[in-house]
């Protein structure tokens, strides 16, 4: 019996590694948000499923846990990573007021890494991933790091950059990197990534200021150095400037 | 005849997602740094493989490049993600100077994925990735990096922390982040990242400042939230104080 929280990548399917879909094929059964599920239903139907809906995260994490406890090998899907705003944090917390299991962690492709491919490569330097969801997080600590971020000219990873209620965080969020950040600096945005539908954008941050995104969205700010060669979101890393 | 940039994971083999898989299978040659290359020789030993050393980065590319242009499908290789300090980017620039091409670039888990999934759960929450190697970035822009990523309260990733010519680069980067987060932080090491003898320390910030490490190790720094439960290093993203 064993926990095992596994990454699904941002599609599942074709961006599941070996890894992932060797603990998905020795669970005995499979627990996740329902729209996670739903990626994964068509290829491990002859397991036993359990969805539950979002915003019920501690409640999943309970359950997969007690399931273990009973005997099974239990699988906790996410979408993209188990890590990144994944649930593989939480399963370690919960766990702790059970008895012992074992619990095994299973990266996946997380969004920054799978949009970024999208656009060309506008992480290959060092970069930062900021979620702007402030259900969990203070909204002056998203903006503190915004503002870090941007100090530090990092290129940014931005995840939940909207939802219903927060139609305009994006355009916040701008504004606090354009305190920084030229309006010029080349940005890109990925919806669906992995996904039908799947569809990259490049820009510039005064235009992504005044651009509407979706949750289905990641986005992407260049550092200084970012370029955009051909419609492709390119961040050198310095190796032509050498020369070699 | 396409160029497709493919990230392998940390160790290949089962890291390897359907998507990397596939695009090694479908290609004629497979173009990378010695080392990756012998990662996937026992696989796809009937490919065309080309391998070049270190610090020929631009070399290697434009042969991939030339190859592709005589009608050739060529996958350059790179360890963890195509994208995160790999070839992608210099692919693209490098592709400027020719012909056009298709270039396709296929996501891998980084090492920040895979490192964290070894460790536990350190990059639940915000994070900034940043290599210490200053062959190519000036080690004055590496230090403000560390000091706005702990300004921010971010968890960090670091890449290259130290090398026979740069011994002491962590200690230093330690002294930087020491300035402004607490010697408590909990911190994580992890060696070999997929491959033998993988292997995972949880310690703390001030013990980390005065251990020696090496190049096939990345580090990891917690933020203020970040726990050690029973030797994993977990970074809450606050599912259980909000209680559901």
Chains 1, 2 share one sequence.
Request: hydrophobic content about 40%.
């Amino acid at each position: 019996m064993k926990l095992t929280v596994v990454g699904l990548g941002p599609g599942a399917g074709l961006d599941l590694t070996g890894h992932a879909r060797q603990a998905l094929e020795d669970c005995d059964m499979i627990v996740g948000y329902t729209a996670y599920i739903d990626l994964i239903r068509g290829e491990f139907s002859h397991k036993e499923l359990g969805s539950t809906p979002m915003r019920r995260e501690v409640d999943r994490c309970r359950w997969a846990v007690e399931e273990t406890l009973k005997g099974k090998s239990v699988a906790v899907v996410c979408s993209g990573d188990s890590g990144v705003y994944g649930m593989a944090a939480l399963v370690y917390e919960v766990a702790q007021e059970y008895d012992p299991i074992e619990i095994e962690v299973v990266a996946g492709i997380t969004a920054a890494c799978g949009g970024a491919a999208v656009l060309g490569a506008p992480l290959t330097h060092d970069f930062a991933v900021i979620s702007l969801s402030d259900l969990l997080t203070p909204w002056e600590l998203i903006v503190r790091r915004l503002d870090c971020a941007a100090k530090g000219d990092f290129s940014i990873a931005l995840y939940n950059p909207s939802s219903k209620s927060r139609g305009d965080y994006l355009q916040k969020a701008c504004d606090v990197l354009l305190q920084t950040k030229s309006g010029d600096t080349v940005c890109g945005i990925v919806r669906n990534i992995g996904r039908e539908g799947e569809n990259g954008i490049v820009t510039t941050l005064s235009a992504l200021r005044d651009t509407q995104v979706d949750m289905f969205t990641t986005v992407f700010i260049g550092n200084r150095s970012t370029v955009n060669l051909g419609g492709k979101m390119v961040t050198p890393r310095g190796y032509m400037q050498r020369g070699t």
